[in-house]
């Protein structure tokens, strides 16, 4: 009997023990228990997720996991979700939960923090509630054409002119009356008024919004507005038709703190005449498109809107462009030129180059507008320049609204003599520390293709190649949004105090050591 029995235990020992683990989710301000909470926990590698519900005294318990490591994501309505173990998560919380073989964790505390509201009042100018106005809280974002707000949560008002944005994470946000459609296509009748869009606490424009701070759990009471009315304008002219033009359109490009919409609607007279009523105020383009012999033709011609109507907008469209260049590296490199990605990049637009062995480079269908030549970022080699004919347009446009004028090839060159960078990145503590690394120049060019950045490994250690010459300044972050350090201006002054100045000469190797910003939460 003792060999079976010994059989057994060995059996037993060779069989991974599952894990136990339990605890409580609470509120993070009072303590007090957060009922019904779900939870799930998420194997970093491979595996199924296991989930639990807290219950009415906030409580949870998983009974039967396999070992390894977790994160762990909890959600709760009203409150804030968290996520440990995420790797690019807030300081504290990136570390994954590891258990080993028959781990028993118990009374683990989660913590979750309540969400904030915004509550006010839309009124008219003359003290009247104004119903069915939608009313955001924005936050602001970064993308390749600079700071874009993006609606967060939002609500309406009810009969009284009052609204109520619930659910926002701590933090701070512009209130705004949604805006009306900027492009109303459709034929209404003129001298519409219409209550006009405004940034707490009383601008048409973001430059004079005021941020509003949302604390954890709190109510922000009293943003109101008083909206003024305003007669929005309309907009007429011609789209000039040869014969054989097919499927005539007329259509507004609107930019604007959210991004770049776009409206169409069809011509219906054999003249080309259009007429768009009610457009709100602001910067657009006015396109105009017809299809002949299956060419889709266009013109664009840009306009502000303000209050008084435009009339006598002639457009002439022409046909899409075929635009040729050469794209050369210099110096000793491995990169051949297929490997290159040139666009040219406008408003609404972004159309890329075909690039051969021989570095011949080709956009094909290109519509009229105004456009810039984005070369691409590459870790070891720099722009040198961008001619467009005889004109240097490595940082400006190229204007294509009126057709392909003489001697217009694009050319490209890139270098492969830039300078190099490395160093190492420590935390407060002067011990190794992982983040990212941010060139950013401070004389000559300072478009996107000069900007530089480089991944921080586990030992501290980073490198920047393919450094343009000239003078620089360099930061360490613990994580940040590249967008946000080469599109908005008043991004990295708030870092200056802890950036380094470099100068970088053609072919020059130096050696930076730096110490890592934790980005506070708000900038993130």
């Not at 509120?27 to 194997?43: H, I």
């Amino acid at each position: 009997m003792l060999i079976p029995a010994l059989l057994l235990l060995a059996a037993q020992a060779q069989t991974p023990q599952k894990i136990t683990f339990d605890g409580q989710v609470v509120n993070s301000l009072t303590g007090e228990p957060v009922r019904k909470a779900s939870l799930t926990l998420e194997p970093t590698a491979k595996g199924e997720p296991t989930s639990a519900a807290a219950g009415l005294d906030g409580k949870f318990l998983f009974p039967d996991v396999p070992a390894g490591a977790y994160r762990l994501i909890v959600r709760k309505e009203g409150f804030a979700e968290v996520t440990i173990g995420r790797r690019n998560g807030p300081p504290g919380l990136r570390e994954p939960l590891t258990f080993a073989d028959g781990d028993r964790k118990t009374a683990y505390t989660v913590k979750l923090t309540p969400l904030g509201v915004i509550t006010g009042r839309v009124l008219d100018t003359d003290g009247d509630p104004i119903r069915g106005i939608p009313v955001a809280a924005l936050s602001y974002h970064y993308t390749s054409k600079g700071r874009e707000f993006r609606e967060v949560r939002s609500g309406t008002t009810n009969d009284l002119g009052q609204y109520r944005i619930f659910d926002l994470n701590p933090g701070k946000y512009f209130v705004r009356t949604s805006p009306r459609n900027p492009m109303r296509v459709t034929p209404r009748a003129g001298g519409e008024e219409f209550f006009l869009s405004h940034y707490y606490p009383g601008s048409p424009e973001p430059g004079g919004a005021t941020m509003i701070e949302v604390q954890p759990g709190r109510e922000v009471g009293g943003i109101e507005f008083s909206l003024p009315k305003a007669r929005y304008a309309n907009i007429s002219g011609r789209v000039n038709l040869p014969d054989g033009a097919t499927n005539a359109s007329i259509g507004l490009m609107a930019t604007s703190d959210t991004g770049t919409s776009t409206s169409t609607t069809s011509i219906q007279n054999k003249d080309g005449k259009f007429q768009m009523h009610g457009v709100a105020p602001g910067t657009l383009h006015v396109i105009g498109s017809y299809t002949l012999n299956g060419l889709r033709h266009s013109a664009t011609v840009p306009v502000q809107v303000a209050f008084d109507d435009i009339s006598g907008i002639e457009l002439n469209p022409i046909a899409p462009m075929d635009i040729s260049g050469s794209v050369r590296i210099e110096g000793q490199h491995q990169t051949k030129t297929s490997e290159i990605q040139i666009a040219l990049t406008g408003p609404g637009r972004n159309v890329t180059a075909t690039v051969d062995e021989q570095g011949r480079l080709a956009f094909r269908n290109v519509e009229p507008g105004a456009y810039r030549v984005d070369s691409g970022s590459y870790s070891n080699l720099y722009l040198k320049a961008v001619t467009w004919g005889t004109a240097d347009v490595t940082a400006s446009e190229i204007d294509l609204r009126n057709g392909l004028p003489p001697r217009s090839d694009i050319a490209v060159v890139l270098s492969a003599d830039g300078g190099e960078i490395t160093g190492a990145v420590s935390d407060d503590e002067r011990k190794p520390a992982t983040g990212i690394v941010a060139l950013a120049p401070q004389s000559g060019h300072r478009s996107q293709p000069f900007f530089k950045f480089a991944n921080v490994t586990g030992s501290g250690a980073y490198t920047i190649r393919g450094i343009a010459p000239g003078s620089y300044k360099i930061y360490a972050w613990d994580s940040v949004d590249r967008n946000a350090v080469m599109y908005d201006p008043t991004f990295l002054p708030q870092f200056d105090s802890t950036a380094k100045t470099v100068e970088v000469a053609r072919g020059e190797k130096k050696t930076i050591d730096l110490v890592r910003v934790i980005l506070p939460e708000s900038l993130r």
